[in-house]
Nanobody, 126 residues
Framework: EVQLAESGGDLVQPGGSLRLSCHVSGDTFQNYAYSWVRQAPGKGLEWVAS????????YYADSVKGRFTMSRNNAENTVYLQMNNLKTDDTGLYYC???????????????????WGQGTQVTVSS
């Protein structure tokens, strides 16, 4: 079974930066594509970014394009999300999930699809 563990969330002021990490246990890391998904207080799941098995040309939601960068390190079994110029609307619980076929970008994230971590809290506030 694949297990994912997110870290790096924090309280940050608008305009600040954070780097989220998602460590994946098991020896199947390279077999999966991954997505970052967030959930703001009182709202549904929102797809943020995805990266395929090869790590080339990540995809981004329009709301984060130009500010967030997703990457993966196959040697470390870790997926990253670098977040710059953070806005108050970026506040939420950020999840890492496996996403074969990059379906979340097309059809929206689903908690019953793939493996998910427990999430890490990002709060953007002055």
């Amino acid at each position: 079974e694949v297990q994912l563990a997110e870290s790096g969330g924090d309280l940050v002021q608008p305009g600040g930066s954070l780097r989220l990490s998602c460590h994946v246990s098991g020896d199947t890391f390279q077999n999966y594509a991954y997505s970052w998904v967030r959930q703001a207080p009182g709202k549904g799941l929102e797809w943020v970014a995805s990266i395929n098995n090869g790590g080339m040309s990540p995809y981004y939601a329009d709301s984060v394009k130009g500010r967030f960068t997703m990457s993966r390190n196959n040697a470390e079994n870790t997926v990253y999300l670098q977040m710059n110029n953070l806005k108050t609307d970026d506040t939420g619980l950020y999840y890492c999930a496996t996403d074969q076929g990059l379906m979340f970008r097309l059809w929206g994230p689903r908690r019953d699809s793939g493996y998910w971590g427990q999430g890490t809290q990002v709060t953007v506030s002055s």
